[in-house]
């Protein structure tokens, strides 16, 4: 079983700020998701990679598969991108993926 | 388009009774997944569906959680004898392959009393 570890926890910073969240976990994988979930909201996939590094707007997100830890950053934060951010891993066999192993998220408040 | 949708968004029971949640996924995605979440918590993996198959069910936590998906598409999470401890948020997750991002649906937040 793959343990997914996510840091920080909680996070508070001021509008503007660049935030990284890291995450690591145990086992080889095929794919990681980041997701975001805001309060009382459903779940919305950010990125999902496998190698390299994914940029969507002010949204970057870096995977290390050797070090088998990725980052998500955030530049020029925005108090509307408060919410828990999850890291999640897939594995895939020959049927498809396996159900995603999630870390207990990162809470970020962004203060203005 | 339409997204994941499932029902009913909240469902408050009594300990000991039945309860059904549904899930319709993404029309077209063959990989249906469900997870529960508790309070402060991440997601926990419950069952994948891959058409009308489950492919893994390894995490349902025991035999009182039974899901179908008959048609391969819509699926249904059964929980018998609820208890207290079943009280989380239920997930419902689709994909339209293999590789491809999971689309989340907003859950249904159940609540045993």
């Known amino acids: 079983k793959n343990e997914v570890e996510q840091s920080p926890q909680n996070l508070t910073a001021q509008e503007g700020e660049f935030i990284t969240i890291n995450c690591s976990y145990s086992?080889?994988?095929?794919?990681l998701h980041w997701l975001q979930q805001h309060p009382g909201g459903g779940i919305v996939s950010l990125f999902m990679l496998s190698s390299g590094k994914k940029k969507h707007g002010r949204l970057i997100a870096t995977i290390n598969i050797q070090e088998k830890h990725s980052s998500l950053h955030i530049t020029a934060s925005h108090p509307r991108d408060s919410a828990v951010y999850i890291c999640?891993?897939?594995?895939?066999?020959?049927?498809?993926?396996?159900?995603?192993?999630f870390g207990k998220g990162t809470h970020l408040i962004i203060q203005p | 388009g339409a997204g994941v949708s499932q029902t009913p968004s909240n469902k408050v029971t009594e300990k000991g009774k039945y309860v059904e949640l549904r899930c319709d996924p993404i029309s077209g995605h063959t990989a249906l997944y469900w997870y529960r979440q508790s309070l402060g918590q991440g997601p926990e993996f419950l069952i994948y569906f891959q058409g009308t198959g489950a492919a893994d069910d390894s995490g349902l936590p025991n035999d009182r959680f039974f899901a179908v998906r008959p048609e391969g598409s819509v699926s249904t999470l059964k929980i018998q004898r609820t208890e207290r401890g079943d009280s989380a948020v239920y997930l419902c997750a689709s994909t339209g392959g293999s590789y491809n991002e999971q689309f989340f649906g907003p859950g249904t937040r159940l609540t045993v009393l």
């Open positions: 086992v080889g994988i095929s794919a």
């Open positions: 999640a891993v897939a594995m895939y066999s020959g049927g498809g993926a396996d159900g995603l192993t």
